[in-house]
């Protein structure tokens, strides 16, 4: 009896080592099902039963149950859990640890932020949007805006500018589209255009207007009259003609046209590539063509001078075209008379009040030839009223030759192209100057005629 209790307390004991080694050293998070973990449902503030699952092991997988749950204002939009969505039904392995599935709630009411139009100080009407639901769509409006000389590009939010009929998608703020102008200035299509007086015709310069219709043009500040040029709107061309150019003397001229949209100013550069026949020309440095002795009779065949004009060096600063000897003219109170007779005389006559040079020429222009007569001048402080001029000696042409201010000490070059019907009895250099105390003096050089075939 007693073997066979012992024998049975021995088995027992072996029974219980077995049992021991089977039994599982529990997790880390004291998990007393051992290698199970536990699932657990968040409601997330909302309400309802959350679903019950019990522990799983490590790498079982289990479906997502349905849930009746809910929040006021929300739609139910799953379960989430490490930042991935699932929906009942979907399949979930168990990883090694416990995980918590958070009710994901989607808000059933929109925020809604205004739409405004801001014109840039442009005119129109822009449809009231009023207030717009975040993440609509909606196309911008077609509605016309002007500004008055500007172009309208678009309306720009952000650094996007949008057209009529474009697609805009709805942001949470408040969203302001601003007009974009771009301000059309009237303009010359090229900052200079050349003109060669010797060829002739009208020059024809490039003008936008941008609608504007050109009422005045101004060349180096004098006004022009309308019977010297003419405005093609529809090739935006300023038309200059010819009658007018001829007048122009060598160098820059600057013109502007003024519109009712503003204006624009480019340089003529006036040229000569004349080929011809000189019949007078002098650049005063040959002292053998010069007569110092004034007479009434018997002058010289190119020219004479009076007291008050002589032969000098060209003066200090007037560098360039005028070197050499160079023609003075220095009006006096002397009263002078000479009378001109020959091809090319100068005179003096001067009174009390006023000074006169006079430089007559007349070569016995032909009327089927040109004639195109160039000379360099500078004025040596010269002010005041006066006159200083070339013309036909029977006034039927006139150029006004610069003085005074920032003229004097400037060489200036004049030029001009003369029909021989245009010549009449002769040209004159007329200076006249009021006041006694007027001292100041006008310089000449390069004084050439050249007769050229029609």
């Known amino acids: 009896m007693k073997k066979i209790i012992i024998m049975m307390l021995v088995m027992v004991t072996l029974f ?4 021991v080694g089977c039994v599982r050293v529990p997790n880390d998070n004291g998990d007393n099902t051992l290698d199970h973990y536990t699932v657990t449902f968040n409601l997330n503030s909302g309400s309802g039963n959350a679903p019950v699952i019990p522990s799983k092991e490590s790498g079982e997988s289990f479906s997502i149950p349905t849930a009746n749950v809910s929040k006021t204002n929300y739609t139910f939009g799953g379960w989430v859990c490490d930042n991935s969505i699932y929906n009942a039904g979907d399949t979930f392995t168990m990883p090694s640890k416990n995980v918590t599935f958070y009710a994901r709630w989607i808000s059933q009411v929109k925020d809604s932020y205004p739409v405004y139009f801001d014109l840039d100080n442009g005119k129109g009407s822009m449809p009231n949007l009023g207030d717009v639901e975040v993440g609509t769509v909606f196309y911008i409006p077609s509605e016309k805006v002007t500004k008055e000389y500007c172009t309208f590009l678009g309306w720009q939010y952000g650094n996007t500018i949008y057209s009529a009929g474009d697609e805009f998608t709805m942001p949470a703020k408040v969203v302001t589209f601003v007009a974009v102008w771009r301000e059309e200035v009237v303009k010359f299509s090229q900052s200079s255009y050349t003109y060669n007086s010797s060829t002739g015709g009208n020059i024809e310069v490039t003008l936008d207007t941008f609608g504007g219709d050109v009422g005045v043009i ?3 500040s004098v006004f022009v009259d309308e019977d010297c040029w003419g ?18 003397i060598n160098g820059d001229h600057v013109i502007q046209a003024y519109t009712s949209v503003g204006s624009a100013t480019c340089v003529i550069k006036v040229t000569n590539s004349t080929s011809g026949t000189v019949i007078f020309l002098s650049d005063y440095d040959a002292n053998t063509i010069h007569d110092t002795k004034v007479s009434n009779t018997g002058q010289n065949s190119l020219y004479q001078y009076s007291d008050n004009v002589s032969i000098v060096s060209a003066p200090s600063g007037a560098s360039g075209a ?21 091809i ?17 020429y007349n070569g016995g222009f032909k009327t089927n030839k040109n004639y195109y007569i160039t000379f360099d001048y500078l004025t040596e402080g010269l002010e005041g009223s006066g006159l200083l001029e070339f013309r036909q000696e029977g006034s039927a042409w006139c150029d006004n030759l610069l003085y005074g201010g920032n003229n004097n000490g400037v060489v200036h070059s004049y030029s001009r192209l003369i029909k021989g019907t245009d010549m009449g009895n002769g040209i004159i250099l007329w200076a006249f100057f009021n ?7 006008i310089y000449i050089d390069n004084f050439r005629i050249v007769e050229i075939n029609q």
């Open 16 to 19: 219980s080592s077995l049992l």
């Open 218 to 220: 101004e060349i180096d």
């Open 231 to 248: 405005f093609d709107a529809t090739r935006k061309v300023l038309v200059v003609y010819e009658g007018f150019l001829k007048n122009l």
């Open 322 to 342: 005028m070197t050499g000897n160079v023609l003075k003219f220095t009006p006096n109170i002397v009263q002078v008379n000479y009378e001109c007779h020959g």
């Open 344 to 360: 090319f005389t100068i005179r003096s006559q001067a009174a009390v009040d006023a000074n006169r040079l006079v430089c007559w």
């Open 435 to 441: 006041g006694a105390t007027n001292r100041g003096s």
